[in-house]
């Protein structure tokens, strides 16, 4: 008599280790995406980008073709707003990359992950949601470990003026890139689940085409990269669309709130990545920094899916009484 409910039971344990797993393997490919580019000499976060958008084109088109969804709604504030996601997730993948060329990987990543923080901050401000005093203060501490990550020299006064220059643009860059994100979950927020992923994605591909382009336009120079720059672009942009799609999976089958606890673990495969690959061990208060910034994101999503609980439960105890 209970085996029907062994088997849900069974399926649900099954889903959430195939969830749990492709949301590592985003955290990692993300990681890895990161260090490759490391490896790239000449080429930059322009040619990066085109060839990801170009990638994501090509592969998200027939699959936008097969479902016959139309890449442009009937509203025109929702069009508006799905450009608007593809043009702040376009910047912030820029952001991201131009600023592993100044600071180092772990560090980027770390202050990049900080939107899981400042989601919470402006979803109070423009979506009315509300905000309690342990997600402001978790917020407050993830801007402590922003400032130990940066280290600023007018108060650590620790780095030459170059390397301290240089740590700084990189980190800012990392920051306008958790902005980006932080605007596009927003959107997607405001939007709900009626719009199907490949739309998203579509806009991202063009809008992606569009800005590489005026960037190369605007800097006069349309340069091919050399043959070994040109394989690790192509590997990067291959590894990045394989991360968006093991999150996509990820999200399939299990909740967001788990799913963002376990890509926070992005930062700590960049610390090892960096560590083992390039050699270079983070100092004391960048370290700091970054576990403050891992322990606020994992602290907050935790609390998010607890005080979600509830009503699933209550929700579970309904389907059991009414059967």
Known sequence: MNYPNRKEKCSEKC??????????????????????????????????????????????????????????????????LIMIRGASSVLGNWFFYSSIKFA????????????VTLVGLIACICLKESCSVIEALLSILTFVGLVLVASPSFLFGNMESESADNMMAGILLAFASA????????????????????????????VG?????????SKGTLQIPCMDDLLLILL?????????????????KEKAGQVVVVQSTQIIFALILQLVFLGYSPTLTSLIGSLIIFFSSVVLTLKKIRGSRPNTQKEKADRDSNN
């Open 15 to 80: 889903s959430k280790v195939v969830g749990f797993t492709f949301a590592l393997l985003a955290a990692f490919s993300w990681a890895l995406c990161g260090l490759l580019f490391k490896y790239v000499k000449d080429a930059g976060a322009d040619e990066l980008l085109l060839a990801r958008s170009l990638l994501q084109f090509i592969v998200t088109l027939p699959l936008l073709t097969y479902r016959k969804e139309n890449l442009f709604q009937d509203d025109l504030k929702t069009n508006l």
């Open 104 to 115: 180092p990987l772990g560090d980027a990543v770390s202050v990049t992950n900080s939107y």
């Open 179 to 206: 902005l980006c994100s932080t605007a596009s979950i927003i959107v997607l927020r405001y939007l709900g689940s009626g719009i199907h992923f490949s739309i998203t994605m579509l806009h991202f591909s063009w």
């Open 209 to 217: 085409v569009v800005y590489s382009l005026a960037l190369f336009a």
């Open 236 to 252: 990067i942009a291959v590894v990045g669309l394989l991360a968006q799609i093991f999150m996509i999976i990820s999200l399939q």
